[in-house]
């Protein structure tokens, strides 16, 4: 989230409308650095993940 944003509630806002949707769980990634935001929203750590980039042609 850009930085004028942050600290307004609108990050925490949205994973509690995304925690009343989720009929089961729900997976997503974080941006290192922001692991404590999602832990103060009482996340927890799961999976951790992978991405290949595409090669250039």
Not at 24 to 48: I, M, R, V
Request: aromatic content about 10%; proline content about 7%; charged content about 15%.
């Amino acid at each position: 989230m850009l930085p004028a944003y942050q600290k307004r509630g609108v990050g925490s806002a949205l994973l509690a409308l995304a925690r009343k949707a989720t009929p089961t769980l729900l997976y997503f990634g974080a941006q290192p650095g922001a692991e404590g935001f999602y832990e103060k929203n009482g996340c927890q750590k799961s999976l951790q993940s992978y991405c290949i980039k595409a090669q250039p042609n």
